[in-house]
């Protein structure tokens, strides 16, 4: 599938392990050596790496973002995460999938959910089990995202997201946890219907919304966004009706009545 890549697991997951053997060279408890050493093995790695190949690693610890190619993120499950690390690395280090798999398997709302916050993250959406494919609930709309993630690579590979929009809709959230097996994975934490998340094209200025609904029915929002000038192209609208575009003394506020599982996508110029 052409894939050529090396996964070397637990890197930028591994806590680093207190150390007080006074033969070591660092001061006792600790030090830098652990993140050095690991630096120091992925220097001598990537001279020798072919240009078409990657190296990734489980997790994502900052420390190790100039090693790796690729982050496997598949711990963005916790309660009210934001964008922040795409943010400074996208484009620069690719974020691989989350964990909806084990006793979380069957949770479609949550399923959903993160299947379409990975794409609003700009993460390659993964970690998934491959019978999903015979699965008639959860393929659909894994689908639909795969394919409007594969629309926008570009857009993911060389932009960046901007502060979220704020979204109000019609249906109350929907309770969930994170499904990790230890705290603080069972904390509660509420999941909003729609999804929305704004990008912006480093190379020509381009900006992208996108409002994903992830109920399975019909589902009005009002979405607060930054101001849309008249040329925005509107790119997917499945909308039971028409969406309405107005200005506010803040920006623009997008309201809509979007399908069950339904998206919204408009592009406009800088």
């Not at 069957?106 to 998934?128: N, S, T």
């Amino acid at each position: 599938i052409g894939v050529k890549a090396v996964y070397i697991d637990q890197v930028a997951a591994a806590a680093q392990a207190l150390c007080c053997d006074p033969n070591h060279n660092h001061l006792p408890g600790g030090g830098n050596w652990w993140n050095r050493s690991y630096q120091a093995l992925m220097r001598v790695l990537n001279r020798t790496k072919p240009a078409d190949r990657a190296f990734t690693t489980e997790c994502n610890a900052e420390p190790h973002a100039g090693s790796f190619d690729g982050f496997l993120t598949w711990q963005w499950i916790e309660p009210e995460q934001v964008p922040a690390f795409p943010l400074i690395y996208a484009g620069r280090v690719a974020m691989l999938g989350r964990n909806i798999n084990g006793y979380k398997k069957k949770d479609m709302p949550y399923c959903r959910f993160h299947i379409a916050e990975q794409v609003l993250f700009g993460q390659q959406i993964g970690w998934i089990n491959a019978d999903v494919v015979n699965d008639p609930q959860k393929f659909p709309f894994l689908r639909k995202m795969v394919q409007l993630r594969w629309q926008y690579r570009d857009l993911f590979n060389r932009g960046l997201p901007q502060r979220p929009p704020l979204v109000a809709s019609d249906i109350p959230d929907t309770p969930s946890f994170a499904g990790m097996g230890r705290p603080p994975a069972w904390q509660v934490f509420a999941m909003p219907p729609v999804r929305a998340g704004l990008w912006l094209d480093s190379q020509n200025g381009k900006q992208v919304l996108f409002v994903i609904n992830t109920a399975d029915r019909e589902t009005g929002c009002s979405v607060e966004l930054p101001r849309i000038p008249a040329n925005g192209r509107w790119i997917h609208r499945e909308t039971a009706g028409e969406p309405v575009l107005t200005e506010t003394a803040a920006g623009s506020r997008l309201e809509a009545r979007l399908e069950a599982e339904g998206m919204i996508v408009i592009e406009w110029d800088a």
